[in-house]
T-cell receptor, first 115, second 116 residues
Framework: GNSVTQMEGPVTLSEEAFLTINCTYT??????LFWYVQYPGEGLQLLLK?????DKGSNKGFEATYRKETTSFHLEKGSVQVSDSAVYFC??????????????FGQGTRLTINP | NAGVTQTPKFRILKIGQSMTLQCTQD?????MYWYRQDPGMGLKLIYY???????DKGEVPNGYNVSRSTTEDFPLRLELAAPSQTSVYFC???????????????FGSGTQLSVL
């Protein structure tokens, strides 16, 4: 079945450091790939997405490229800020039943940025 | 902008007790979902609904029940709480069948449940 594996956390960086959070997936067909972010005390929210191979999703300085050859969708940011501290979830679109999306999530990676 | 609202935020139950986790959304979304997240694990789908009156099981439905009498509300019921149901529960909704718009899920802030 479909699955998503993220790098183990927690990750702690200093402000302005370069960030990479690794995500690899196993899937049949051609799923869409997502990064969701959960800020403290809030629900998950969509950060970025890519719907086909070689697509790059980007938002708020974050980027991720859909790599079919390596089955990866790593999240990157060139210079992180304290406000980026959150839990990040990689996900892929699974089976669609009557239009309902059955997303498959990774385990989440907690990121802490120190000033 | 309320979005998806879950109550309560925290709850401690004793084994065998029952409770209902409330979820309501004000975006007129047809699709609603319940996920649970165990420590160090990804979110797993418990139940979902494609519209009022229509619900179906996800990956881990045992021990739970749902109903969808209105578009707005999608409560999750635990009948006989067990320690294995200790988890964080997230409710979510999505817009439509359209692939591009439908794949964006809107989440509530979660309910942290402990069963002791």
């Amino acid at each position: 079945g479909n699955s998503v594996t993220q790098m183990e956390g927690p990750v702690t960086l200093s402000e302005e450091a370069f960030l990479t959070i690794n995500c690899t997936y196993t899937a049949t067909g051609y799923p869409s790939l997502f990064w969701y972010v959960q800020y403290p005390g809030e629900g998950l929210q969509l950060l970025l997405k890519a719907t086909k191979a070689d697509d790059k999703g980007s938002n708020k300085g974050f980027e991720a490229t859909y790599r079919k050859e390596t089955t990866s969708f790593h999240l990157e940011k060139g210079s992180v800020q304290v406000s980026d501290s959150a839990v990040y979830f990689c996900a892929l679109s699974g089976m669609i039943i009557q239009g309902a999306q059955k997303l498959v999530f990774g385990q989440g990676t907690r990121l802490t940025i120190n000033p | 902008n309320a979005g998806v609202t879950q109550t309560p935020k925290f709850r401690i139950l004793k084994i065998g007790q029952s409770m209902t986790l409330q979820c309501t959304q004000d975006m007129n979304h047809n699709y609603m979902y319940w996920y649970r997240q165990d420590p160090g694990m990804g979110l797993k789908l418990i139940y979902y609904s494609v519209g009022a009156g229509i619900t179906d099981k996800g990956e881990v439905p045992n021990g739970y029940n749902v109903s969808r009498s209105t578009t707005e509300d999608f409560p999750l019921r635990l009948e006989l709480a067990a320690p294995s149901q200790t988890s964080v529960y997230f409710c979510a909704s999505s817009y439509s069948r359209d692939r591009d718009r439908g794949e964006k899920l809107f989440f509530g802030s979660g309910t942290q449940l402990s069963v002791l």
